[in-house]
């Protein structure tokens, strides 16, 4: 029987944090890979990516697969030309996010890869690659996985959230956005009922509100706290802690957990390595 599976690749935010403090929960920065039968998607391409790539080489297959991309700051991109299947003729991708005000995604994309800052131009890549730009509430299918998009609040243009559907199973991918006095009714809408919520939790709500260090407040991420009562007030199954500040130790992540389990049992802190699996059941009623 299908399953969906949620694998961790890079559960860091901002940049790389490589080191032994890091070592338990890893240092790579967003990259999380959804499978579900023949269809596999990338829900962003940070450093984890490379990761990611190799395991596919290893695998022997020629690669296909959807990236989709929450927005593209640095720290969601900077995978991407240490991808090798990027480098390879066989290899399909798919790309489906957002652009800017002046350059599509694909000129988005092509901007990180050019001189002075890396040898080999996008232009240049071997591999095919289709590019979806992505407007708010959007719905498309991919192979077997039906996904829904919605923006979210994060400076620079937003970001966008994900649903992914298959096998009467969900997950929610909502990383870099930032909570109001109030549940975002947007992100409530698209997380009700889902099996697995991962939400952006890269603060506590000390470091956000100034009480530890400088006030976080506008700086465009969350705290578990506003992702423990997102994740009851939609009816959440499982909540899983992403984004993590890259100030942030193995230790810390751990008390994070620990005090966010305390307002949603059913929680855990994202790590690399780590992988969900949803046994495929009978789709339940919307």
Known sequence: MDEMTIRFWGVRGSIATPGERTLGVGGNTSCVEVRFGD????LDAGTGLRGLGDALMAEGQPVDATILLSHLHWDHIQGLPFFAPLYLGPTRLRFAGQGTRDRSLREALALQMREPTF????????SHREYRELRHGQRFRQGEVEVRAAKLNHPGGGVFAFRLEAGGR???YATDTEHYACIDPTLARLAQGADVLIYDSQYTPEEYRGEVGMAKTGWGHS????GAELAAAA?????VLFHHD?????AGVAAIEERARALFPSCEAAREGRAIHLPARGRRAA
Not at 39 to 42: E, S, Y
Not at 119 to 126: D, Q, T
Not at 223 to 226: H, S, V
């Open 223 to 226: 705290t578990f706290e506003a």
């Open 170 to 172: 969900s997950v929610v």
């Open 246 to 250: 890259p100030g942030r130790d193995d």
């Open 39 to 42: 269809t596999r998607l990338i």
């Open 119 to 126: 040898p080999v131009a996008w232009e240049e890549l071997p």
């Open 235 to 239: 009816g959440v199954g499982h909540l």
